[in-house]
């Protein structure tokens, strides 16, 4: 048995219709839940390839290649993961104006996606999934937990659990409609915080 990575292109449009948060974007706290559950990925990866005998590869040649596409992961990665941590580590020493989980986390959280899965539609060589997979078939990488997102951090999603019962009509669309129309007035009241965040994108 493998491990099989959620899809985090996705993952969080499962609870929230709307989208990711109020304006669209990832925030910095679903950021930060990438981030940690990939840095699981990796360490899981970096231990499986160090307890993998060089003998145990069909060739010198598979081996060689898989550590080329590995090391090129690992760079792109950090890549990726050194800019995110840099805004988050801002944000906590008091840059941030709205909480963590209303603030966009854009485009660090694409950048890190990108890292690991360089075209979102398939699965490319070199990818985080592929490395997994080709390690695995030469050496079963044990079962592991990896950290997952916690759906308080999905701000749309909990405005809606706290409105439903107050829904006068029970009516799902209906309460997803003005659940939409009252994050659009609360998002409204962000954009000078989004515009700083862009600001400090560019620097």
């Known amino acids: ?3 099989r990575f959620p899809n985090w292109d996705e ?3 499962d609870n929230n219709p709307f989208g990711k948060t109020l304006l669209g974007d990832w925030s910095l706290a679903e950021l930060q839940e990438l981030i940690n559950a990939k840095d699981k990925d990796f360490q899981v990866l970096e231990s499986a390839y160090a307890n993998t005998q060089s003998a145990q590869w069909p060739s010198p040649a598979v081996l060689a290649d898989w550590v080329n596409d590995w090391t090129a992961l690992k760079a792109r990665y950090n890549t990726a993961r050194n800019a995110a ?3 988050l580590k801002a944000f906590n020493s008091g840059w ?4 963590i989980s209303m603030t966009s986390g854009e485009p660090f959280y694409t950048k ?3 890292a690991i899965k360089q075209d979102p539609t398939t699965v490319s060589k070199g990818d985080l999934d592929d490395v997994n997979h080709r390690l695995n078939a030469i050496k ?3 079962v592991y937990s990896v950290p997952q997102p916690n759906k308080s951090n999905d701000l749309i999603s909990t405005i809606s659990e706290k409105l439903a019962p107050y829904d006068p009509i029970g009516n799902p ?3 997803a409609n003005w659940t939409r129309d009252l994050a659009i007035g609360i998002g409204a009241s962000l954009v000078g915080g989004v515009i700083l965040l862009s600001l ?3 620097v």
């Not at 941030?96 to 909480?99: L, R």
Request: hydrophobic letters at 40%.
């Open 1 to 3: 048995m493998t491990n």
């Open 11 to 13: 993952i969080w449009t």
């Open 85 to 87: 941590l840099g805004v």
């Open 96 to 99: 941030g104006f709205t909480p």
């Open 112 to 114: 890190v996606l990108r």
């Open 140 to 142: 079963p990488i044990p």
């Open 173 to 175: 669309q209906a309460r």
């Open 200 to 202: 400090y994108k560019k």
